[in-house]
């Protein structure tokens, strides 16, 4: 068996992310969903890859389960799954499915190892294949759970934009180390999955000229820089898709025919 490609994180860094993001949920949420109007753009723009109003879609990575909650919201009529490699992150998810009131299962298992019972229309990620120093083996790990002819869809973020890398490595060194900044251009992106076997391959850029407002300390510069970021971000709300660089780059194709 080859080696798989070594992680940028663990599912122990994951579990104590998802935790302090649930004590932040509330009111603030609903204002972020309404800010995130190009983001949702992007992401429907993946779903309907499948052309399949009923399309059975996989996530991978998909804890704490909020990428599902926007699926709903954007295609309620799709059929949604999830495999996360992190106990506590799958049990999370599940519950979000079961207060939905959708069907669907959460399978626990690593991306590039777990077997599934039965393949699908449309398998997807967010924020996942950057974190793994091999790019392409997450993108094949995808294909793999497709049926013959299915579609992929992946988006990752952008911090390769020359204004957004400089603040991270300034404000935020940790948060950077754990990216794979190589797959972060649109070039690199279609060639992982080229490389991995997907045909009628895309990519594009999407989700607004936006600054992320992570901080590795709580020294007076980085909590000042924080605030910029949030001040910068609602104002990015109104700016026309065209103007300025994508915080967000996507791609999609499908798994070659039977």
């Known amino acids: ?49 499948a052309q399949l109003p009923n399309a059975n879609v996989l996530e991978l990575g998909c804890a704490p389960g909020k990428i599902l909650q926007r699926i709903h919201r954007l295609r ?3 059929r949604l799954n999830g495999l996360d490699y992190a106990a506590d992150g799958c049990r999370a998810t ?8 959708m069907p669907g299962r959460v399978y626990y298992g690593d991306a ?17 294949i950057e974190h793994f120093e091999d790019p392409c083996e997450i993108v094949r790990s995808h294909a793999r759970f497709c049926r013959p ?21 300034k404000f935020c060194p940790d948060n950077l180390a754990i990216h794979n900044l190589k797959i972060m251009n649109l ?13 009628n391959v895309r990519v594009g850029g999407d989700g607004g ?18 605030a910029l970021a949030k001040l910068w971000n609602a104002f990015a709300i109104l700016v026309p898709p ?9 791609a999609t194709g499908q798994t070659p025919s039977a």
């Open 76 to 78: 309620p009529q799709l």
């Open 209 to 226: 000229s936006l600054l992320h407002r992570w901080i590795s300390h709580r020294d007076m510069a980085s909590q000042s820089y924080a």
């Open 149 to 169: 002819g299915g579609n992929v869809a992946i988006a990752i973020p952008n911090f390769t934009t020359p204004v957004v890398k400089y603040f991270a490595e």
């Open 112 to 128: 590039r190892t777990a077997e599934l019972p039965i393949r699908f229309d449309l398998v997807m990620s967010v924020g996942l």
């Open 242 to 250: 065209q103007i300025g660089w994508h915080s967000n780059l996507w």
């Open 187 to 199: 070039s690199a992106l279609e060639k992982a999955c080229r490389d991995a076997g997907l045909v």
């Open 94 to 101: 599940t519950a979000i499915l079961e207060k939905m009131g």
């Open 1 to 49: 068996m080859a080696a798989l490609s070594q992680e940028l994180t663990s599912s122990t860094y994951w579990e104590a992310r998802w935790a302090k993001q649930a004590r932040s949920a509330g009111w603030m949420e609903q204002l972020r969903r309404f800010s995130m109007w190009k983001y949702d753009r992007m992401v429907r723009r993946m779903l309907d890859t």
